[in-house]
C-alpha cells in the first residue's frame, strides 16, 4: 500500500491503544477486593460456598496468627510481589498476632487451582480460625489491609 | 506475638539485585518509537503489497524479502531484545537510562526484581522473531502484523506500567499443575 494510507492506519492503530491504556489506567490493574462473607451470604445454588478455612500445613507454614493471617502468594516472576510483601510483614510487625505467610505457588499449582489464583501477588486475609474473610487480587492499598484486620480482628496499629 | 512464617519453597535463595523500574518503561517507550517506525514500514513494503487480489511477497526471492526496509528495522529491534536477554547492563537503552537520564531523577522509591522485564524482553524477542520468520518464508502481512502485537505490549508497558509477561507467567503457572 502507499505511504499515505500506511501512516494512516498506524496512526489509526496507535490511537486505538492509547484509548486502550486510558480505559484500562482509570481501573490500574485495578485491584479486586472482595469480603468473601457477603460472597458466600449471597450464596445460591451453584454458586461458591464460604471458603473453608485454611490451615497452616496446606500453605507450608508452622503456624497461623493468633489473631489474623496475612496470606500472600507469589510467583517467580512478579513485579509487584517483593513491594507488598514487605508492605505485608510492616502492618503485621505493628500488630499484635498478625503473622504473614508468603508462598511461592511457582511450585504449587495445587494451591493455584484451589485458590483459583489469576494474578500475583493474591494476598488474603484470614481470622484467627484461618477463615478466609477477604482477597485482594493485585497488590492491597495498605489503607485496605489496615481496615481489614481492624475489622477482622480488632487489631489495630 | 506477631510473626512472619515463610512457606517452604517461598525463599527466593538468588533473588537478583532490584534495579530502578523506571529503567525498563524508558526502553519500553524507546522500543515503541521504533516499533510505530516500523508498523509503517511494514504497511507501505512487500509485506501488504497485492496486485490484481494476489499477494506479492512470495513471489519475491527472499533476498528481496529481506531487504525490505520494515525487516531491516525489526531486525534490529529483534537484536536489542536479545541484547537484553544476554547482557542488561550493556544493553543501549539500559546503559543511556544509567548515565543520561537517572542522575536527572530522584532515586527510586523502590527497586524492582529485574526478573520479570526480562521475561518480557524475550516475549518481545519471540513475536517479532516469529514476523521476521514468516515474513523470509514468503507469508504476506505477518510482518505488520507481529509489529502492532510487539508495539501493543510495548506502549501499554511503558504508558501504564502494564506487565503482560507477569499475568502469562501466572496463567502458565495454572496450567502446568506440579
Request: include cysteine; charged fraction near 20%; proline fraction near 9%.
Amino acid at each position: 500500500m502507499d505511504a499515505p494510507l500506511a501512516l494512516s492506519i498506524a496512526a489509526a492503530f496507535v490511537a486505538l491503544l492509547v484509548v486502550v491504556a486510558l480505559v484500562l489506567r482509570r481501573r490500574p490493574a485495578r485491584t479486586r477486593e472482595r469480603d468473601l462473607a457477603a460472597a458466600a451470604d449471597d450464596a445460591t445454588p451453584g454458586r461458591p460456598e464460604a471458603p473453608r478455612a485454611v490451615d497452616a500445613e496446606l500453605l507450608g507454614a508452622d503456624r497461623l496468627g493468633t489473631s489474623a493471617t496475612l496470606v500472600q502468594f507469589s510467583t517467580a516472576y512478579c513485579s509487584r510481589c517483593p513491594g507488598t510483601a514487605r508492605l505485608l510483614r510492616r502492618i503485621a510487625s505493628e500488630r499484635d498476632g498478625v503473622d504473614v505467610v508468603e508462598v511461592d505457588v511457582t511450585a504449587r499449582g495445587d494451591l493455584a487451582n484451589r485458590f483459583r489464583l489469576t494474578t500475583s501477588p493474591t494476598v488474603l486475609v484470614l481470622d484467627a480460625d484461618g477463615s478466609p474473610r477477604t482477597r485482594f487480587d493485585g497488590p492491597p492499598a495498605p489503607i485496605a489491609v489496615e481496615r481489614w484486620l481492624e475489622a477482622v480482628a480488632g487489631v489495630g496499629a | 506475638m506477631s510473626g512472619v512464617a515463610s512457606a517452604a519453597g517461598s525463599a527466593r535463595a538468588s533473588t537478583p539485585a532490584g534495579i530502578d523500574p523506571r529503567g525498563p518503561r524508558f526502553a519500553a517507550w524507546i522500543t515503541s518509537g521504533l516499533l510505530v517506525v516500523a508498523l509503517v514500514l511494514a504497511l507501505a513494503g512487500t509485506s501488504t503489497a497485492v496486485v490484481a487480489g494476489s499477494p506479492t511477497l512470495p513471489t519475491l526471492p527472499a533476498a528481496e524479502r529481506a531487504g525490505d526496509p520494515a525487516f531491516l528495522v525489526l531486525l534490529v529491534i529483534a537484536a536489542l531484545f536479545a541484547w537484553s536477554l544476554v547482557s542488561p547492563r550493556t544493553q543501549p537503552w539500559s546503559a543511556l537510562f544509567r548515565r543520561a537520564v537517572a542522575p536527572r531523577l530522584a532515586p527510586p522509591a523502590e527497586l524492582e526484581d529485574p526478573r520479570p522485564p526480562r521475561f518480557a524482553q524475550l516475549v518481545g524477542l519471540v513475536v517479532v522473531g516469529a514476523g521476521l520468520v514468516l515474513h523470509l518464508a514468503g507469508v504476506p502481512f505477518a510482518l505488520p502484523i507481529a509489529v502492532a502485537a510487539a508495539f501493543a505490549a510495548a506502549f501499554l508497558n511503558a504508558s501504564i506500567g502494564l506487565c503482560l509477561g507477569c499475568k502469562l507467567y501466572v496463567l502458565l503457572v495454572r496450567l502446568a499443575p506440579r
